[in-house]
């Protein structure tokens, strides 16, 4: 998965053994014993770090990560690889503390539920035994001809009711307070939730967080990056009538997605058929690059629809991270960016400057 749910431990300590590496060949030069022990890991994560310090880049695991991913696009098969064995081999989620919260949330949401059922059984069998001081009274009445019993008879009745009315308006009133605290509760998990789980990506809130630190991160490091939107090409979806066909293709598109994203971008769901990703460390020109891969790939991507081979199209708007536009304002232009790819039947991605 791209963005956050990457390995950041693994990065933490591969930044840290680089560094000391680099501190060590300083001081000593680069001595037989450890040059021998170096891996080919050891020495990419050595690059990095230059490169991080050449671009007068603080050596943060953040920041580690993200030149780790870029720069070893240009590596080898073989050391792509085998990082990426080790990255799975220790693959774990960082988020230990949101995973936490919410847990801790849906257990108040089921214990708020077990209330509610337990309150309503309550209701059911005090209205049960209602029933059968009403059958007893009715008994009574038809036992007996005498006014003045037959008084005291509806008497009683009168007296169970009101003591009846009386304990179910109290669990009424509980009933209440335990269905807003569940609905407040199953509130609350929905505006933590960071996944969207029919495309399998990250959602729209997570995205727009996401846009708001990077907004920071660029103003404080004066580096580049950038945002692009995709959807399914008009072209192709106004030739498709059926709407599950088209949910269909635009779950293929997000898996394209994930798989061709690098651990530091972040796929996202924006809605409405579109889905986002940003491009950290990014420049409009590499973001181009970025695009036009995405589109070739999708172009070579078929699917059938009632014996008919469908070819799938995308169209892609781009736009860099401006650190005096707002995160709407950002998001705008990059949905611009698809409205003037379609203005031109040649092109599939477009740029706004």
């Known amino acids: 998965m791209s963005g956050s749910l990457h390995n950041k431990k693994y990065y933490e300590d591969e930044a840290k053994r680089a560094v000391e590496l680099k501190q060590a060949e300083s001081s000593h030069g680069k001595a037989p014993d450890i040059a021998s022990k170096l891996t080919g890991l050891d020495s990419y994560s050595q690059e990095v770090v230059e490169s991080l310090i050449a671009d007068n880049l603080p050596v943060t695991p953040n920041n580690f990560a993200l030149y780790f991913d870029r720069n070893l696009e240009n590596k080898s098969e073989t050391l792509r690889k085998e990082i990426s064995t080790m990255l799975e081999l220790e693959e774990h989620s960082s988020n230990d503390e949101n995973i936490i919260l919410l847990e801790k949330n849906l257990k108040q949401g089921f214990s708020s ?56 308006q109290k669990q009424n009133m509980y009933m209440k307070k335990v269905y807003e605290d569940t609905a407040q509760i199953v509130k609350n998990v929905e ?65 394209l997605l994930l798989k061709t994203s690098r651990r530091s971008d972040t796929v996202a769901y924006f809605g409405d058929g579109r889905f986002s990703m940003l491009l950290k460390h990014t420049d409009l020109e590499n973001a181009k690059r970025t695009s036009a891969r ?12 009632s014996d008919r081979e469908i070819q799938l199209k995308i169209s892609i708007g781009i736009t860099e991270i401006d650190i005096n536009k707002t995160v709407e304002e950002i998001i705008v232009k990059a949905m611009d960016g698809i409205d003037k790819a379609y203005e031109n039947s040649d092109l599939d991605y477009a740029a706004i400057e």
Request: glycine share 2%; proline share 1%; net charge positive.
């Open 294 to 305: 995405l589109c070739d790939l999708v172009s070579t991507s078929n699917m059938f629809i």
């Open 191 to 255: 505006n933590e939730t960071i996944f969207d789980n029919q495309y399998g990506v990250y959602n729209k809130r997570y995205l727009i967080n996401r846009i708001t630190k990077e907004i920071d991160s660029v103003k404080k490091l004066k580096h580049s990056s950038s945002l692009i939107f995709i959807e399914l090409s008009n072209e192709l979806t106004d030739t498709i009538k059926n709407p599950k066909e088209i949910i269909h293709m635009t779950k293929i598109i997000a898996r």
């Open 113 to 168: 539920v077990k209330n509610m059922l337990s309150v309503t059984a309550t209701l059911y069998k005090n209205i049960t035994l209602m029933m059968k001081i009403l059958a007893k009274r009715k008994r009574e009445l038809n036992s007996n001809s005498d006014l003045t019993a037959k008084a005291g008879v509806f008497f009683l009745i009168e007296t169970d009711i009101s003591k009846l009315d009386a304990i179910l």
